[in-house]
Nanobody, 118 residues
Framework: QVQLVESGGGLVQPGGSLRLSCAAS????????MGWFRQAPGKEREMVAR??????NYADSVKGRFSISRDNAKNTVYLQMNSLKPEDTAVYYC?????????????WGKGTLVTVSS
């Protein structure tokens, strides 16, 4: 089994910053893709930032404000969020495509709530 555990969500003021973390644990041979998605009330889940074999991708709405980083030794990714806006309010989910003895599979964290409000 593989688990993804997010942390770092909370309430911040517009213009503030927040850093999210996601640690993968369990049976892992390799992680081919890992990053962050978010879902606001009434909206579809969208990709925010991720690492994949093709490089690093960001949603247009967060370019220049968010930055994804990783610690491969810890199987952990981070999302540094700066200049936060109310429209960034959402549940943020960690995602990873993990390869282990059973093959490759997508895994999702339970989500962490980010609220941007004054």
């Amino acid at each position: 089994q593989v688990q993804l555990v997010e942390s770092g969500g909370g309430l911040v003021q517009p213009g503030g910053s927040l850093r999210l973390s996601c640690a993968a644990s369990g049976s892992i041979f390799s992680i081919n893709a890992m990053g962050w998605f978010r879902q606001a009330p009434g909206k579809e889940r969208e990709m925010v930032a991720r690492f994949s074999s093709g490089g690093t991708n960001y949603a247009d709405s967060v370019k220049g404000r968010f930055s994804i980083s990783r610690d491969n030794a810890k199987n952990t990714v981070y999302l540094q969020m700066n200049s936060l806006k109310p429209e960034d309010t959402a549940v943020y989910y960690c995602h990873a495509f993990v390869v282990n003895a059973l093959g490759g599979m997508n895994y999702w964290g339970k989500g962490t709530l980010v609220t941007v409000s004054s």
